[in-house]
């Protein structure tokens, strides 16, 4: 038996013709930085996820800090983020010389507990970051109410969570702007590194656009410093190919959770994720809680199937994050399920009898 966690290239063998096409006239045209594809991608993701605009960039780590910069977040100021995450979300608060103050997680849907954020909310508080982990939303209407109460922004880090809903609505629209990563093993993957910025607010809009710019408006017009973050065209043109069938893969990831859920939910010893009432989870990784989980971890292996851990280690713990003195006691339920979190491959390429071999080898 040989499962890869991820498998980038049966997705592509299934619309190869459209995305040699699609790379063949992005070469033919010379269009490589801006140009119709990057336009045209720019406008399908913000029709596709609700937003009035939507600003393509190199990647899901600079967006987030592009946004906290489009939100006037420097020196002196807090931001709120999970404990459990990957480290993009904290890393670009501190990018912008800001601190992260980081909350522990909710013990049964690996989100931040919304319950807990107004404790950490002080004078210095900025932002909050709500981080969509793994496809599950987190509540965002609690979020939205503690950020409006205390004047916050919200921005939120859906890089694990095209297709998430919650309330019936698109996450990356509750927020006053929404991070997104195509990274290719991201629900919406481009062939290399990319991401880009949904948003409402005009403002917002502007200020990002510029500051992925040189902070140009309209050419050699540098009203700031800004930086070069741009989305390239054949990445763009990748990414117009695949939103068609984005839906349908997210529908193919949920049928293998479902599978998963039906063949584990009585093995001992396993914990499969629970999904948050009122919210859809896209299932962008399937992690379960198990016991032993490294041996397991190694009998797959032995198996030949691979699996992950998101993550191994908590933010707070994280060795450069040292110097903050995180507490262990401020964080029960991050610490106490990162032992023994797994994630099992999950694709809609995945077959029902690879399902069942994995299943059959946790029991
Ligand atoms: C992948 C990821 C990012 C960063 O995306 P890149 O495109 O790899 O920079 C940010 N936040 C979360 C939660 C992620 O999973």
């Known amino acids: 038996m040989k499962i890869s966690f991820v498998d980038l290239h049966a997705q592509y063998l299934s619309i190869k013709p459209e995305i040699d096409e699609a790379i063949a006239r992005v070469i033919s045209n010379s269009s490589y930085i801006g140009g119709v594809e990057v336009v045209n991608f720019e406008y399908n993701f913000s029709k596709w996820l609700g937003v009035d605009y939507f600003i393509g960039c190199a990647n899901g780590t600079d967006s987030i800090e592009m946004l906290l910069k489009a939100m006037d977040v420097g020196p002196g ?23 992260p103050i980081f909350v522990d997680i909710h013990p049964e849907y690996y989100t ?17 970051i709500p981080v969509h982990l793994y496809g599950q939303p987190c509540n965002m209407t609690k979020i939205m109410e503690i950020a409006e ?9 859906c890089a694990q969570a095209h297709g998430t809903r919650w ?10 702007a929404s991070s997104f990563s195509f990274f290719p093993g991201k629900n919406l993957g481009a062939y290399g590194d990319a991401g880009g910025m949904g948003t ?42 695949k939103l068609k069938y984005l839906d349908d893969w997210i529908t193919g990831r949920q049928a293998v959770a479902k599978e998963y859920g039906r063949l ?13 009432q009122g919210g859809l989870h896209s299932y962008h990784l399937y992690v379960i809680q198990i016991e032993n989980r490294d ?15 998101h993550y191994p280690t908590p933010l707070p713990f994280l060795s450069c994050y040292k110097e903050n003195e995180n507490k262990e006691c401020d964080f029960p339920n991050v610490l106490n399920y990162s032992k023994n979190i797994l994630s099992l491959p999950i694709y809609p390429e995945l077959s029902k009898l690879d399902i069942e071999n994995i299943s059959n080898l946790l029991y």
């Not at 919304?114 to 004078?123: A, D, G, K, Q």
């Not at 309330?167 to 927020?175: I, N, Y």
């Open 77 to 99: 100021d807090e931001v709120i983020v999970p404990a459990m995450s990957w480290i993009s979300t904290s890393e670009a608060v501190s990018t912008c010389g800001a601190k």
């Open 112 to 128: 931040i507990d919304e319950e807990l954020i107004e404790r950490y909310i002080t004078t210095k508080t900025k932002v909050i």
């Open 149 to 157: 109460r205390h004047n916050l922004w919200v921005l939120e880090d």
């Open 167 to 176: 309330d019936g609505k698109r996450v990356g629209t509750f927020g006053h």
């Open 200 to 241: 409402n607010d005009l403002a917002i809009a502007e200020r990002v656009r510029m500051i992925a710019n040189h902070g140009q408006k309209g050419k050699h017009n540098h009203i700031i410093e800004g930086r070069n973050s741009r989305l390239d065209g054949l990445q763009a043109a990748v990414l117009n190919v």
């Open 264 to 276: 584990l939910e009585s093995c001992i010893g396993v914990k499969i994720p629970a999904e948050r």
């Open 295 to 309: 041996v397991v971890k190694e009998r797959l292996i032995d198996s030949g199937v691979e699996s992950a851990i």
